[in-house]
């Protein structure tokens, strides 16, 4: 068995959809990043490269290549369960915590499940996913950004 851990961070900037866990959440800000900023997404992926031993999402998918500019993170996450696969590994369960003060999204979460157990093939029982606030302390408190964080369990075939 391999277990890896995920952290993201992007901050909230206007103009930009809202999107997390592939799902578009209606709000006045949105994630600024390269790709669709999903931060929730990134972690997981994260979490799984570093189960797997493959790095991080930066090696993989780096900001400097023009062809992730703006790219949905499902896809990137489809390429990452894909090179975890090839690495004769399989998804036991994922959990991950999301750190925001705005907006609520606990509604959103089934949905943000099921995305993910889509693109990763797996049963939705494999996937957790909590919110959270900092209770108004640090970046996300000031409701400057969100973070993510994730860990994956991850088994030889």
């Known amino acids: 068995m ?4 995920g ?3 992007h901050a909230f900037r206007p103009g930009k959809k ?7 959440i209606k709000y006045c800000l949105g994630l600024e990043g390269h790709s ?3 931060v929730l ?3 997981i992926m994260d979490a799984l490269l570093g189960a ?3 790095g991080d999402i930066g090696v993989h998918f780096p900001n400097s290549d023009g062809k992730y500019k703006g790219i949905s993170s499902l896809i990137l996450l489809e390429e990452v369960k894909n090179k975890i696969g090839n ?3 399989k998804i036991i369960n994922l959990d991950s915590v999301l750190i925001l003060e705005e907006p609520k999204i606990s509604g959103y979460i ?3 499940i099921k995305k993910i157990a889509d693109v990763l093939e797996i049963d939705v029982k494999q996937i957790n996913i909590k919110a959270t606030t900092s209770e108004g302390l640090g970046y996300c408190g000031r409701k400057e950004g969100a973070a993510s964080q994730s860990i994956a369990l991850l088994e030889e075939r």
């Open 87 to 89: 690495c004769g590994l």
């Open 52 to 54: 797997a031993g493959l």
């Open 7 to 9: 952290f993201d961070v």
């Open 2 to 5: 391999k277990i890896g851990i």
């Open 41 to 43: 997404i990134h972690s």
């Open 110 to 112: 089934p949905e943000m």
């Open 36 to 38: 669709d900023a999903d």
């Open 18 to 24: 809202l999107i997390i866990g592939g799902v578009g």
